[in-house]
């Protein structure tokens, strides 16, 4: 049984680690954040395609690093330690997966290359105005147009969008398959991007196409079983990620116990905030645990079990997210309200992670329908 | 959680599993999987057989009839036991006077207690708790005077499990009356017929008898009785208390209740509401017992019988999640389970309760005890505060 990190796997976590301790405190995220930029960096979006994350789980004729979703894991929770802002889950864990679960060989290697090496940004536009969680319920068509396709609708919440050079999308072709579909967004006439920051501050757009010209990727046919394993591998990242955020807010929140003076005495001497932060912890070990299930879970070849043991475990995700976020905000007081504080932009973007997907009912009920996780 | 798991393990797991369901009897593990308690005698029939078989004891060392398993080994023998409804080993011999006596006692004491120890020849008691000594449990009381080759106790234990059962206890005094509490402390061993042993039974609102109080009025012990040095017993009390630091979690126990639940539950899982509740439930007890797995794969690496937080976080949790997984019960009894009845048994002409109908309240009220013994839920916020908070 081995459940611990590997040699490779702790390097991976001290570089990626380090780096973010160097770069990334909070006045520098703060200042990306609220400046006029993109919302991010492209100097370290440049530093991380040369630490080999932006092709991390490509294969390597394409320019990738040939890891895998073990891998992917240490990198997110690094990044949700550091709530990092660069659109890492658009191109590469959405984005770069699609093209690699999904696009032909001639696809692949016109696309990802350029994704390992920084030059292409991606998002993945799936949800649209009336589709809550579902991927299949759309509005969205694809027609055929000469060699290739035109796609038109209208595309929400897309993580990243703002500042992707190609967009992947879903849409319905006419004998009603949900397709993925390749645009280029330097269309300005056929794709009108409306970008804004999400709740969290990750930058994203709302998207409009109008008979958009549009490459399929693969196979129309093929497209939904592999949009569905990316969400499979992408919601362990965001396991991982959330568990990196989590553990970050506990510990700002020990801290902070420990140094806030009140009544003449720190307040960690109060029983009734120590049995809140022990709760937290209790909280995070169960998440720390769901993210290892999760992870351990994509190795399962049978997809509906793979499945369900990873909404279960974003489940116990969501739930530890939200005592652990809400706590932290509350044994701050007044300072976890603020902007200038870290702790309640980690509660932002665990909430934001808690939404992405599906939302906890949702997991829940498929979960359930699924028959559960415990059998005789 | 297969994918965790070895091909070895695996084997192991499935070799333990044939034991359970070959050599114990099915008449017997289905009155378990029912929800009935085993008696006195399924228990130390079971242990007997167990312990032919080397498998009663198998965390004790090799020299006494251990085997020399890994922590993840005799963890999968435990939830395989559980899983196939077979009555666990005394506790209290196998995993706390046991344990205690192979490491800390001398040779004489080891060679007349430890063999009988694991054939249940002997069945221990243990007498820590006092009425003013439970989470604080050093300020107990209950004292012992030496006079010549003896020692004399006077005091009182409480919620002592199974103390009609017992033939022997394993008790906590004090030895030292001028030492700071917890330096005056030792460890006896009791036999419970010795005159001046009483024993008054605790009736608790499941309307079950599993507790009771054990009174010593000058009890006179033989000298060598005494467990290892004199004054080291709380050194002791915290290697017993420390050395099962995933048990608590019951995920074995946990599973079992899951899935007789499902059973039992008809049409109720069609219910969004109650499946959303079961489903949670799951959720957590996955999670729970990915934790014991993360705690075995790093125990080898650890001292045994060193306490560590997390042994706080399964205890805290595992608590927690049988607690709801019991009142899950009750609801799919409906009013069928609010009558107290010792059998399924009804007079001629009305319609026979399901399963269920005898356990789950009881059940349910039994099972608040979980956030209160070993350790209460309260007294473990504080030990993980104490981890995390470093004050």
Avoid at chain 2, 287 to 312: F, K, N, T, Y
């Amino acid at each position: 049984m081995d459940l611990e990190l590997s040699d490779e796997q702790k390097m991976l976590a001290d570089s990626v680690g380090s780096l973010l301790d160097k770069r990334y405190d909070a006045n520098t995220r703060l200042a990306l954040l609220e400046g006029d930029g993109d919302g991010w960096s492209r100097e370290l979006w440049k530093q991380y395609a040369e630490l080999g994350l932006l092709g991390l789980t490509f294969d390597e004729q394409y320019g990738g690093a040939g890891m895998g979703a073990g891998e992917l894991a240490v990198v997110m929770e690094q990044f949700g330690k550091a709530l990092v802002l660069e659109p890492f889950l658009a191109t590469v864990v959405l984005g770069g997966a699609l093209v690699a679960a999904a696009g032909t060989p001639d696809q692949k290697q016109a696309l990802l290359p350029s994704v390992a090496d920084g030059s292409l940004l991606l998002a993945f536009g799936y949800a649209e105005p009336g589709s809550r969680w579902s991927l299949t319920d759309i509005s969205a068509t694809a027609v055929p147009a000469g060699n290739g396709w035109t796609v038109s609708g209208e595309k929400i919440a897309v993580i990243g969008g703002d500042s992707a050079d190609r967009l992947v999308v879903t849409a319905k072709t006419p004998d009603g398959a949900v397709g993925l579909f390749v645009v280029s967004t330097a269309d300005a006439a056929a794709v009108t991007r409306a970008p804004y920051p999400m709740q969290d501050g990750l930058r994203g757009a709302d998207i409009l196409l109008t008979d958009a010209p549009a490459e399929a990727l693969g196979s129309p046919a093929d497209a939904l079983a592999a949009v569905e394993s990316v969400i499979d591998v992408a919601t362990a990242a965001l396991c991982a990620e959330a568990v990196g955020a989590m553990e970050r807010m506990l510990w700002l929140t020990v801290d902070y116990l420990k140094t806030r003076v009140q009544f003449g005495q720190p307040i960690a001497v109060f029983q009734t905030l120590q049995h809140r932060a022990a709760t937290m912890y209790v909280s995070l070990e169960q998440a720390r645990s769901a993210a290892l299930v999760a992870r351990l879970a994509l190795a399962d070849d049978d997809v509906d079990d793979r499945r369900t043991a990873v909404r279960a475990a974003k489940v116990q995700i969501d739930l530890a997210a939200r005592h652990v976020g809400q706590e932290a905000v509350q044994l701050h007081g007044g300072i976890g309200m603020t902007m200038e504080y870290p702790v309640g932009h980690y509660l932002k973007r665990t909430t934001v992670i808690a939404k992405t997907f599906a939302d906890t009912d949702t997991l829940v009920r498929q979960v359930g329908a699924a028959g559960g996780l415990i059998s005789a | 959680m297969d994918l965790a798991l070895s091909k070895e393990d695996h084997a192991f797991a499935e070799r333990m599993r044939e034991f359970f369901t070959s050599e114990i009897p099915a008449e017997l593990r289905d009155r378990v999987a029912r929800g009935e308690h085993p008696t006195r005698e399924d228990i130390v029939t079971t242990q007997r057989t167990l312990n032919a078989h080397g498998l009663a004891v198998p965390h004790w060392p090799v020299e006494w009839g251990g085997q020399d398993w890994t922590p993840l080994q005799r963890h999968l023998w435990a939830e395989e036991m559980t899983l196939a409804h077979v009555p666990s080993p005394i506790v209290f011999n196998t995993a706390m006077i046991g344990p205690v006596i192979a490491q800390f006692a001398g040779q004489e004491m080891k060679e007349r207690f430890l063999p009988k120890t694991a054939n249940a020849d002997i069945w221990w008691s243990q007498g820590f708790s006092e009425p003013n000594a439970g989470s604080d449990l050093a300020s107990l009381k209950t004292t012992a005077v030496r006079d010549g080759d003896e020692w004399v106790v006077n005091g009182q234990k409480t919620w002592t499990t199974y103390a009609q059962y017992g033939d022997w206890i394993f008790n906590l005094v004090r030895t030292d009356p001028e030492a700071q509490k917890q330096r005056g402390i030792s460890m006896l061993l009791i036999d419970m017929r010795t005159p001046g042993v009483t024993i008054r039974p605790i009736h608790l609102i499941d309307g079950g008898y599993e507790v009771n109080e054990v009174f010593f009025d000058n009890v006179r012990v033989p000298a060598d009785n005494l467990v290892g040095e004199e004054n080291q017993g709380w050194t002791y009390a915290k290697f017993l208390l420390g050395n099962e630091r995933t048990s608590n979690a019951g995920v074995g126990i946990l599973k079992n209740r899951i899935i007789r639940i499902k059973a039992l539950a008809g049409s109720l899982l069609d219910d969004p509401l109650f499946l959303s509740r079961l489903t949670r439930l799951e959720v957590e007890i996955r999670s729970l017992e990915m934790s014991v797995l993360r705690v075995l794969a790093r125990e080898a690496s650890q001292p045994v019988g060193m306490p560590d937080p997390i042994s706080s976080v399964l205890k805290l949790k595992g608590s927690e999640l049988q607690q709801e997984a019991t009142e899950l019960l009750v609801d799919v009894l409906g009013p069928q389970g609010l009558a107290y009845r010792e059998s399924v048994e009804v007079p001629d002409g009305f319609t026979p309760p399901p399963e269920g109908a005898v356990d789950a309240l009881p059940t349910y009220f039994n099972w608040r005890k979980a956030s209160i013994y070993a350790g209460s839920n309260e007294v473990q916020r504080g030990i993980i505060a104490k981890a995390i908070l470093k004050f």
